[in-house]
């Protein structure tokens, strides 16, 4: 899409002119939480660590794009198109877990007790303190990969449905959620109770985990590319439309027969990047241009403005564990690390 | 401004043995200084350390659109969007098939997924054929006609162990099935790079250049071939709500049968010449400027599929004059 950048009019927002914008010269892949830091990974393989009260360092981690990362709160796990499989500490400490050659290393998940990753059709699961992966096989290449919050649950998306693994007393067993089409990015809801996944249409589909309802959330005129669980009630907020759709998962059936609440209006371009604002009901969406905008999660409240455009879009947010610092990067590796609130420098 | 180029992806298609490999080999070792990037299939051998070729496994998606015969490349999907990730930029990305592989869900994959769209284009399908063995081919495997009917380029190979008989009724045989296509004698696939990357072939622009060989190929039917092409010209101006109506449901019923459709429209009361060209079900369509002063102001299309005689095609193309 063409851009037409007026720089030397545009009014630098509040978030610009508290923070500190860096010009990398690779596509920002992805960001993620690490204790006080947010770690950002980019297409030359390199980390940044974002921290706090110092000078943000860099870590130079693979041989060519970080395609997928993760973090547990105390460790980064990033996969490769150099086939690596890395943990990385808070101080950039690098471990190799496994090295799959020439073979991507496309999805990474993590929690506390356990990391997985996948690379082909394929997905792979360390327990803690074993060096030995259960290996999951698919009849297709994996599309994504999420533990649930409790961890027990890893959930393992491909074509022609999710498969979720739980952790039994002696072995992991599985059970098979099936629709029609490919799988990407996949999630549960905070509670556990939902199960939902990013499709090649473009549409998320969504499962009620307990009887395998489906609840097909359609509509969007551009595939979505990023959700994040926003708010108290929680909201499933989706990228894939002019404006961040939020779908409501509270009472017995979530969604179902229900309509999105849509904020955040980027214009006449789809959103790129979501991300919620810890805490809060409200949710930051990137844009197609690189704009930031930042609403709470109701149709009439006002939205603001926390980045402009930069003719590149946006492709990672993460908001600092103390809620402190927001991370915005984008496809032409520009990072805006900034401040939140005013007065918190 | 800031533009992202699309970077131009040439799918290698031809059957075992034609001389894919060797092709592939030279793309990845002369010294051309440009930065290919070659995602090859899993059973290809090609025995080359580098970064850059990318192994993938020609995963066939259908697509929940209500197009029966919408199917894309998952893998492909998955693939390209990594590349995209590259801090360097690449010069171009060729895609390797296997043998047996349908050429159609890797080009309708460019007209489906909106990111590779966004950031690649399809540049051409290139076909590399076995000057001995193609004429036994043909008649054996369907997937050999199609690999000829979607080709923009055929790089007819091994043209050294046949004699200049034999040469013309294998270049005769592909002519039938798809006059669009050039034909490149080779031997060792020594073509020269330029002639089969970068050549723009899917770019609406390039269907007004590019003439088929109407003479040729007008309606011989004494052939066995399963693939065909028919053409067709018209003086008379076309009405265009008609041939919308008519395209439209000829390729909703017919769009399995229909492997590729070219043409250049000449509507009633519009200025512009109109340009669409299709594959299977998908196509895309544009007005391409006004015609130029000297040209004649006719219409011309081409059907390259089967069972083509089937369709009311001449009647369905007549219908639509205005």
Request: glycine content about 8%; some cysteine; proline content about 3%.
């Amino acid at each position: 899409m063409n851009i037409d950048l007026q720089t030397k009019n545009i009014v630098k927002t509040k978030l610009e002119q508290r923070g500190n914008e860096y010009k990398i010269k690779a596509p920002v892949t992805g960001s993620v939480v690490l204790n006080n830091a947010v770690v950002a990974s980019f297409g030359d393989g390199s980390l940044r660590f974002f921290g706090l009260n110092q000078e943000p360092f860099e870590v130079k981690a693979h041989k060519g794009v970080i395609l997928t990362m993760s973090s547990n709160g105390q460790f980064v796990y990033t996969g490769g198109d150099d086939g690596k499989f890395l943990k990385i500490s808070c101080d950039g400490q690098i471990n190799e877990i496994y090295n799959f050659g020439s073979q991507w290393v496309d999805c990474v998940a993590s929690t506390e007790n356990y990391f997985a990753c996948s690379s082909g059709k394929k997905a792979y699961l360390w327990v803690k303190d074993d060096s030995k992966p259960l290996i999951m096989d698919n009849s297709s290449t994996v599309g994504g990969l999420s533990f649930d919050l409790d961890g027990n649950k890893l959930a393992v998306s491909s074509y022609g449905g999710v498969t979720v693994w739980q952790r039994g007393d002696r072995r992991w067993k599985s059970s098979r959620f099936v629709w029609k089409g490919s799988h990407g990015k996949v999630t549960f809801s905070p509670d556990g109770k939902y199960l939902v996944s990013a499709m090649q249409e473009n549409e998320v589909h969504g499962w009620r985990i307990r009887d395998k309802i489906d609840l097909a959330m359609a509509g969007y005129p551009a595939k979505i590319k990023s959700f994040t669980w926003a708010g108290n009630t929680p909201f499933l907020v989706t990228s894939g439309a002019s404006e961040a759709i939020c779908w409501p998962f509270d009472g017995k059936e979530g969604p179902l027969g229900r309509k999105p609440t849509c904020v955040a209006n980027g214009g006449k371009q789809n959103a790129t990047f979501v991300e919620n604002l810890p805490q809060e009901n409200a949710v930051f969406a990137g844009f197609q241009d690189g704009s930031v905008v930042l609403s709470e999660i109701d149709e009439t409240k006002k939205s603001y403005l926390v980045r402009n455009a930069t003719g590149s879009e946006v492709t990672a947010i993460s908001i600092s564990n103390d809620k402190s610092h927001i991370l915005i990067g984008d496809a032409m590796g520009n990072i805006l690390w900034s401040p939140l609130w005013a007065g918190d420098n | 401004m800031q533009t992202v180029e699309q970077v131009p992806v040439t799918v290698l298609t031809g059957f075992l043995g034609a001389g894919k490999t060797t092709l592939l080999n030279r793309i990845l070792t002369e010294n051309h200084g440009r930065k290919y990037a070659v995602i090859v299939n899993e059973f290809g051998e090609q025995g080359i350390d580098n970064d850059l070729v990318v192994d993938a496994d020609e995963e066939v998606f259908e697509m929940n659109n209500g197009c029966i015969c919408c199917t894309v490349r998952g893998d492909l999907i998955r693939i390209l969007g990594g590349l995209m990730k590259r801090a360097d930029q690449l010069d171009a990305i060729i895609v390797e098939t296997t043998g047996l592989a349908d050429p159609a869900p890797v080009a309708q994959t460019f007209f489906v997924d909106q990111d590779v769209a966004d950031k690649t284009k399809l540049d051409a399908i290139v076909t590399v054929a076995d000057a001995v063995h193609l004429n036994s081919q043909l008649g054996e495997h369907h997937e050999a006609e199609e690999q000829i009917a979607f080709a923009d380029v055929v790089l007819l190979n091994k043209v050294d162990l046949v004699d200049e008989k034999g040469l013309e009724n294998v270049k005769a045989r592909i002519k039938k099935i798809n006059p669009y296509a050039k034909i490149i004698k080779t031997t060792r696939c020594a073509a020269p790079l330029d002639e089969i990357l970068g050549l723009n072939a899917f770019s609406l622009k390039r269907v007004l250049e590019v003439e088929p060989d109407f003479l040729e190929s007008d309606h011989d039917h004494d052939h066995d071939d399963d693939v065909t092409s028919i053409s067709f010209v018209s003086e008379t101006p076309l009405n265009m709500d008609k041939f919308q109506t008519w395209f439209g449901n000829l390729l909703q019923t017919h769009g399995q049968d229909i492997l590729r459709s070219k043409g250049i429209l000449n509507f009633a009361e519009k200025d512009e010449r109109y340009v669409f060209q299709g594959v299977h079900m998908l196509m895309d369509a544009s007005p391409m400027g006004p015609w130029p002063k000297n040209a004649e102001r006719n219409s011309r299309v081409v059907f390259i599929g089967r069972n083509l005689e089937n369709m009311g095609l001449q009647e369905g193309f007549e219908g639509c004059k205005s």
